[in-house]
T-cell receptor, first 112, second 114 residues
């Protein structure tokens, strides 16, 4: 069964706009990670936020984590057409063994 | 260096046949994971190998699914008597012993069962 639920399921924006994706989960976690997938194949790790962190930045990415609400958000600023992909949140509740539970993902389309 | 590789890239088989999917992890990575991704869905955990420890098979959907990891490196996922619902992309990932948090994914094998 899936731990994370992303919303929206699909997002369509213009280049230069910001894209925000949300993820909710059900159980206590060690960390939450965001991955990107192009064309339905291999995933690329984007960013990890630990359960004791509230916000993290990496380039144009900003991730927040609210453990009281069991939710996270991924913000991509100044989006580019190359950001078009599916984005997945994944939670690790396995005591540090990185056994990840993935959500269904958000399909982002950035139009030039 | 080389990333995680998987073979074949695509596999079409007939219902009832057995298939073997192969994963070559990054050299030196001690942990290896198999996931399944059905069309338009997220990844579903199947099995996890860590060094010489017994694998975590808790995600395997039925006894038709099995996996092995020989010599702590290459892994093979075997699906016996394939069914149409087995059609999916099968993804393999590996990670280092430390840090443990980042998994590196292969490109996947797209399996179609007719």
């Amino acid at each position: 069964s899936q731990q994370g639920e992303e919303d929206p399921q699909a997002l369509s924006i213009q280049e230069g706009e910001n894209a925000t994706m949300n993820c909710s989960y059900k159980t206590s976690i060690n960390n939450l990670q965001w991955y990107r997938q192009n064309s339905g194949r291999g995933l690329v790790h984007l960013i990890l936020i630990r359960s004791n962190e509230r916000e993290k930045h990496s380039g144009r990415l900003r991730v927040t984590l609210d453990t009281s609400k069991k939710s996270s958000s991924l913000l991509i600023t100044a989006s580019r057409a190359a950001d078009t992909a599916s984005y997945f949140c994944a939670t690790d509740a396995s005591g540090g063994y990185n056994k990840l539970i993935f959500g269904a993902g958000t399909r982002l389309a950035v139009h030039p | 260096g080389a990333g995680v590789s998987q073979s074949p890239s695509n596999k079409v088989t007939e219902k009832g046949k057995d298939v073997e999917l192969r994963c070559d992890p990054i050299s030196g990575h001690t942990a290896l994971y198999w996931y399944r991704q059905s069309l338009g869905q997220g990844l579903e955990f199947l099995i996890y190998f860590q060094g010489n420890s017994a694998p975590d098979k808790s995600g395997l959907p039925s006894d038709r699914f099995s996996a092995e990891r020989t010599g702590g490196s290459v892994s093979t996922l075997t699906i016996q008597r394939t069914q149409q619902e087995d059609s999916a992309v099968y993804l393999c990932a590996s990670r280092q012993e430390l840090p443990r948090e980042t998994q590196y994914f292969g490109p996947g094998t797209r399996l179609l069962v007719l």
